[in-house]
């Protein structure tokens, strides 16, 4: 069984792996892959546990990782899939967010529009003063923008 690594970054002539584990020996690791792979150059960065494979040739990269996954060297690990946004707990946050102001106004408010409310509130505060009538001017704008968005399906009309 092989040492689990995951591509992290590749180019046509140049593939960078991190190894999941640290390697007892790294000079064992490296002597099996020259054995798989004579022709590529490897180097090795032990404090981030990455391997680097260099070769001139792309097609001979390609075969010679196929080769090193074959004999049991490295055990390659798919990326993981990148997570979506409301795998986010920000997403959770908004969500309890909009819950509180709902239930404080009884539903009368949601999250979006006191948002765009405080926003409104906080350019016309910012225009009183002339040293500051450019970025409340800003803030109102952007504060009608958002409140004039379409609201998300499944979302109540207030």
């Known amino acids: 069984m092989g040492y689990a690594a995951r591509i ?3 180019t046509d002539a140049r593939i960078r792996f991190q ?6 020996d790294w000079q ?4 099996k892959i020259q054995e798989q792979a004579p022709k590529l150059a490897v180097r090795v960065n032990t404090a981030t546990r990455s391997l680097v494979l260099q070769s001139q040739e792309p097609e001979l990269l390609g075969e010679s990782i196929h080769r090193i996954a074959e004999a049991g060297v490295l055990e390659l690990i798919p990326k993981s899939p990148p997570r979506r946004s409301w ?4 997403q959770n946050l908004h969500e309890r967010t909009d819950r509180f102001i709902r239930e404080v106004s009884g539903e009368r408010l ?3 529009s006191a ?3 405080a926003m409104f509130g906080l350019g016309i505060r910012q225009s009183w003063s002339a040293k500051f009538l450019p970025a409340g ?3 109102m704008m952007y504060a009608a923008t958002f409140l004039d968005r379409p609201r998300p ?3 109540r009309e207030i």
Not at 19 to 24: A, G, R, Y
């Open 19 to 24: 190894l999941l584990e640290v390697p007892p």
């Open 8 to 10: 992290c970054h590749q």
């Open 153 to 155: 399906e499944g979302s």
């Open 110 to 112: 949601d999250f979006r």
């Open 115 to 117: 948002f765009g409310y």
């Open 137 to 139: 001017l800003t803030l």
């Open 28 to 31: 064992k690791l490296l002597v």
């Open 87 to 90: 795998d986010f707990p920000m």
